[in-house]
């Protein structure tokens, strides 16, 4: 019986040593993780079958709360890094929208009013459902001249590929804050990184370059003056 109760006795003191662990900070978890690869490296011939499957339990829950620190940093700094220029795209979409539906309300039967003002909901919602992990590509950006035309192309990619994101999940409803909530005030949730691609930008997108440039690119809007009200 006391057999068992050291087993379990060890078997606690490792969870405890695994939670403080875990509550450290990333250094002290990426200095526990190279010590438990090192001992399975150099020792896992001759430890017990039992003790190799629990360090590599736990260096498998030490990766995986590694990456969470590390995605919570970056999600941490882009949201200090992009706060401000979020805050005035979302302000300027609003009001774009506003402008529109004004517009809109007085004519329904115009076609191409009632593409703008769809075209001003998608903006709204790409700025509010912009992933937190990923650098904000601005829908708005200040027009001056750039040293690196192929960074310009391959971001304007980029921002036409979330902008049809947007749209398509502002069509099947499954945006995580939907048009009508953010017109409420709602943003995305703590625990919700907003939009994800499915591939990233490569060169294989250099020949759709053409045909999407411009295609989805959002009008610059009346009175560029009051954007910074």
Known sequence: MAKIQGKRSNALGSSLEMSQIMDAGANKIKRRIRDLERLL?????????TVIIEKERNLQALRLELQNN???????????????VRFFEKKKALR???????????STVDKDLQDKLRAAKI???YVINFPK???????YPKDVPSTDPKGVEL?????????????????????????????MGKKLDDDSIGLTLSHKVDHS???????????NKPEQVEEEDDFFE
């Open 41 to 49: 490296r150099k020792k896992k011939d001759i430890l017990p079958s």
């Open 96 to 106: 774009k929208y506003n402008k529109l539906l004004k517009k809109s309300n007085e």
């Open 123 to 125: 903006e709204l919602c």
């Open 70 to 84: 590390e995605l919570k940093n970056k999600i941490k700094a882009n949201a200090k890094k992009y706060h401000m």
């Open 155 to 183: 971001t304007n990619i980029k921002r036409d590929q979330f902008l049809n994101l947007v749209a398509e999940r502002m069509d099947t409803k499954t945006l995580d804050v939907s048009f009508e909530e953010i017109l």
């Open 133 to 139: 992990t990923e650098k904000y590509i601005a829908l």
């Open 205 to 215: 997108d250099e020949s759709h370059a053409s045909s999407t440039k411009g295609a």
